[in-house]
């Protein structure tokens, strides 16, 4: 094979050149390269200073290689691809070209990530661009601007053919799958062999991967090889494939390329993006590829208005969706029926069910009759609402109006839209009508059917199905037993579910994953964790393999039974297995731990997941040093923080938090002090937990002085309006009402509605204490600020100064509310 490789290629390359010869566009450079082509470029002592493709091999990028004179590296530096290539796509070649060849010598694996543009921004900073929320429609500025020349110049693009059953691209696809032990002679050949591919051939080698990343690593791999150029519809067809994948950072890495290359573009290479953008869920991003549309000077068709419709819709922004809608249409771009299907579907997901229906009489005004796409949009959102009566009209207008007859596929659709909401019996009827009509059933429709039965916990109904089901010979599948069986376990029945997984062997199925994890979880609801730990541990002898949420349902039963012990086992399992359990899943068990007093018990049981490779993170931390905290083991937790900063992994404020509670609780204020400072000095924002959590310990050993010049430092980094309100709520709880007084002022700064439940709090305090004088002061500070005390305690603060002798302060206080105005109740 090598040796017909060697003659193809010598034989391609001198045909090329002496076309080139005849029409005079070789310089004697290059006719000095051909002729050392025909002569020794396949010599043993060939070697290509480029790209390393193995990823297995490491080899150095200037050992080994006896280069010939003329193909070293002169020539390399002055080209990277090959002529013929180029102009057998219709390009013609020239030096400005050569020169944007993006050129790396070495260091490159097939399987490594690279960047062949490497001025293009990140995701992050398009993300961090401001502009005006409607810059996006200025793209459709430009279709007016260039339609007439786009009808006029268009020139039909050649369409790729099937090459996938070429002997080449065959022998291509297999020499890709042993990329990972590959040697240098096996990455010639593979070399050798896209020299010789043409382009369409180029795409069926792409089309063939299973895995598109390994397609965008061969494209880089290739697009760097000497003497190769990928022809345009090779770029189109890898914008095709990766449109199909939520790879959008390499899809806009070859567009980009593209643009550099000046290589046309299309209006649909820009969809293809946008569609990219939008399975990866940067819903923005995708938008903004509307104004590096604008900015190419593309003019959008009609495509791309339907893809911009789609990913507005996506994002939630159905008004700006109508607007561009609208703005289509101004400038010229008929919608068709995708576009008006698009609009449906916002209009649904709006809650807007009547402009959805106004939208489908409209279409046929609109150029476009709706199909049934758009009628089966409209029921799934009537059937989500149950709303069966408006269904059936909606059947009847569809085939009347539109001559859409319904099919099975139409009532199949209403009957699993109906069944996944839970409306098992409008399910039922449906599937009768369906049946009357003559429209045969399969088993995915009773299943579904079963399933919401199942759901509601009516077992009866579901097993009627079933026999119903077994008497049309109809046999149900593994997914129909399985549901059966969640349904018994739902309702506690698990001798039922066990008689059902028997009828499930007795009639030739075999229970799967899904069927046990549901026995497992009916277990474990019913307390018997242990059994559920006993059938899972018997998983390989019955020939069934547990997944993540086999092993998390038993977990989380022997955590609510209290068998700690024998669920971190089970975790430890677990990651054994190569499942890992989430932080959430580990933070549970870690605070079972603690709150049953075994923070110790709880680190180790970290330490271990940690060590097997699972995610720890700042949570799992700080529950563990709140349960030394509880069990008054600072020094424990202390340690444990330093730990947290030697893994990486930084406390947050609820870490801070736990620790100054902790602190203070020992009356250790001069540390608490000084990790709060810590804190604020990180950057962190005190939460009104840890407002209250501080004023709480402070106020409680009375360090109100400490408290009040800490709070300042605190607030400093962001205000929190009630902070002085709960000191002095705090401290008459406490029953330290001088130091409360002094800290009125700070209250009455604001005079709010808090400020006056505050001040009434504090006189309500003097007033259990015998002291109605002081009482009284407070309530004479309030008039002061013009905040009117309430009414009531007022007059029985009266009564209670009369009482002690001083009545010039009791008829004073409530002369104060006539002065404001205010009648008395019994003046009323």
């Known amino acids: 094979m090598r040796k017909t490789l060697d003659r193809a290629f010598k034989s391609r390359v001198l045909d090329q050149f002496h076309k080139r010869l005849d029409i005079g566009k070789v310089s004697p450079f290059d006719a000095e390269i051909a002729g050392c082509l025909?002569?020794?470029?396949?010599?043993?002592?060939?070697?290509?200073?480029?790209?390393?493709?193995?990823?297995?091999v490491n080899h150095n990028a200037t050992s080994n290689l006896d280069t010939s004179p003329l193909l070293g590296t002169s020539l390399e530096e002055r080209c990277d691809f090959d002529d013929s290539k180029a102009l057998d796509a219709g390009k013609h070649v020239n030096a400005k070209d050569i020169a944007d060849v993006n050129y790396e010598p070495s260091g490159r694996h097939f399987g490594e990530s690279d960047d062949p543009d490497e001025d293009v921004e990140s995701d992050e900073e398009m993300e961090r661009e401001d502009g005006n929320a409607d810059v996006e429609l200025g793209v459709l500025d430009l279709f007016d601007r260039s339609r007439e020349?786009?009808?006029?110049?268009?020139?039909?693009?050649?369409?790729?053919?099937?090459?996938?059953?070429?002997?080449?691209?065959?022998?291509?696809?297999?020499?890709?799958?042993?990329?990972?032990?590959?040697?240098?002679?096996?990455?010639?050949?593979?070399?050798?062999?896209?020299?010789c591919l043409n382009s369409h051939q180029v795409i069926a080698v792409l089309r063939s991967q299973s895995d598109e990343r390994i397609a965008v690593n061969f494209?880089?791999?290739?697009?760097?090889?000497?003497?190769?150029?990928h022809a345009p519809l090779v770029?189109?067809?890898?914008?095709?494939?990766?449109?199909?994948?939520?790879?959008?950072?390499?899809?806009?890495?070859v567009l980009r390329l593209m643009i550099r290359r000046r290589i046309s573009r299309r209006p649909q290479d820009f969809a293809y993006l946008m569609v990219s953008y939008s399975r990866a869920g940067k819903l923005r991003s995708a938008m903004r590829v509307l104004n590096l549309m604008q900015k190419d000077g593309c003019a959008p068709d009609l495509c791309v208005c339907n893809t911009t419709i789609h990913v507005l819709i996506m994002a939630k922004r159905f008004e700006k969706a109508l607007r561009f809608f609208d703005r289509m249409q101004r400038v010229g771009i008929t919608p068709d029926v995708v576009t008006c299907n698009c609009l449906i579907k916002g209009f649904c997901d709006a809650n807007r069910v009547g402009d959805a229906m106004k939208m489908i009489r409209e279409m046929p005004l609109k150029g476009s009759l709706p199909d049934k796409i758009s009628y089966y949009t409209v029921i799934s959102f009537l059937c989500k609402e149950k709303r069966v009566g408006e269904v059936r009209d909606l059947l009847k207008e569809m085939k009347i109006k539109d001559n859409l007859i319904p099919d099975p596929v139409t009532y199949s659709t209403v009957i699993h839209v109906l069944s996944k909401h839970g409306h098992a019996d409008e399910a039922l009827e449906f599937f009768r009508e369906s049946e009357e009509k003559g429209f045969r059933v399969d088993k995915v429709g009773y299943s579904a059917i079963v399933h919401a039965f199942c759901l509601d916990g009516r077992m009866e109904e579901a097993k009627e199905i079933v026999n119903e089901m077994l008497f049309k010979g109809c046999l149900p599948d593994v997914v129909t037993y399985s549901a059966v069986v969640n349904g018994f376990c739902r309702i506690g029945k698990i001798d039922q579910a066990r008689k059902m997984l028997k009828h499930m062997y007795k009639n030739g199925f075999k229970p799967n994953t899904v069927t046990y994890t549901s026995l497992l979880n009916g277990l474990c609801r019913i307390g018997s964790s242990l059994e559920a730990l006993e059938m899972l541990n018997k998983s390989e002898v019955e020939w069934w393999t547990p997944s993540v949420v086999t092993y998390s349902v038993v977990m989380h039963g022997l955590r609510r039974e209290g068998k700690l012990k024998e669920a971190c086992e089970l975790v430890m399992q677990m990651l054994g297995n190569g499942f890992f359990p989430t932080t959430v899943e580990i933070n549970l068990l870690?605070?079972?731990?603690?709150?049953?007093?075994?923070?110790?018990?709880?680190?180790?049981?970290?330490?271990?997941?940690?060590?097997?490779?699972?995610?720890?993170?700042?949570?799992?931390?700080?529950?563990?040093?709140?349960?030394?905290?509880?069990?008054?083991?600072?020094?424990?937790?202390?340690?444990?923080?330093?730990?947290?900063?030697?893994?990486?992994?930084?406390?947050?404020?609820?870490?801070?938090?736990?620790?100054?509670?902790?602190?203070?609780?020992?009356?250790?204020?001069?540390?608490?002090?000084?990790?709060?400072?810590?804190?604020?000095?990180?950057?962190?924002?005190?939460?009104?937990?840890t407002y209250r959590m501080v004023i709480h310990r402070y106020c409680e050993k009375g360090r109100v002085e400490d408290l009040l010049k800490l709070l300042e430092k605190m607030l400093v980094r962001q205000e929190f309006g009630t902070a002085y309100n709960q000191v002095i709520e705090k401290l008459c709880a406490f029953g330290k009402l001088d130091e409360a007084y002094k800290v009125l002022g700070k209250v009455l700064r604001t005079a709010s509605k808090s400020d006056a439940h505050t001040c009434h709090i504090l006189m309500e305090s003097y007033m259990k204490k015998g002291l109605p004088l002081q009482s009284y002061k407070v309530a004479c500070r309030m008039f002061h600020r013009n905040l009117i005390p309430?009414?009531?305690?007022?007059?029985?603060?009266?009564?209670?100064?009369?009482?002690?002798?001083?009545?010039?302060?009791?008829?004073?206080?409530?002369?104060?509310?006539?002065?404001?105005?205010?009648?008395?109740?019994?003046?009323?």
């Open 38 to 56: 025909a002569s020794d470029a396949f010599c043993p002592k060939y070697r290509c200073k480029n790209v390393i493709f193995f990823s297995s």
């Open 149 to 195: 020349d786009k009808e006029n110049k268009k020139e039909p693009l050649e369409e790729a053919r099937d090459e996938s059953g070429h002997p080449m691209v065959r022998e291509t696809c297999k020499l890709i799958e042993l990329r990972h032990k590959w040697n240098r002679k096996l990455e010639g050949e593979l070399r050798h062999l896209l020299r």
């Open 219 to 229: 494209f880089y791999w290739a697009d760097r090889q000497w003497r190769y150029r």
């Open 235 to 253: 770029y189109y067809t890898m914008l095709e494939l990766l449109s199909k994948t939520k790879l959008c950072q390499s899809s806009r890495r």
């Open 590 to 689: 870690i605070h079972a731990l603690c709150r049953d007093g075994k923070p110790g018990d709880a680190k180790k049981f970290m330490e271990d997941c940690q060590s097997k490779g699972c995610t720890i993170n700042v949570v799992n931390f700080t529950t563990v040093i709140h349960g030394f905290c509880q069990e008054g083991d600072l020094e424990s937790a202390f340690s444990l923080l330093d730990d947290m900063y030697l893994s990486n992994r930084h406390p947050d404020v609820v870490t801070y938090t736990v620790i100054v509670d902790a602190l203070g609780k020992k009356g250790k204020f001069e540390k608490a002090t000084e990790l709060v400072k810590k804190m604020l000095h990180r950057g962190f924002i005190p939460t009104p937990v």
């Open 790 to 828: 309430d009414m009531k305690l007022c007059q029985k603060l009266s009564s209670n100064l009369i009482a002690e002798g001083h009545s010039d302060e009791g008829g004073r206080l409530l002369i104060k509310f006539v002065e404001r105005g205010l009648t008395l109740p019994q003046h009323q």
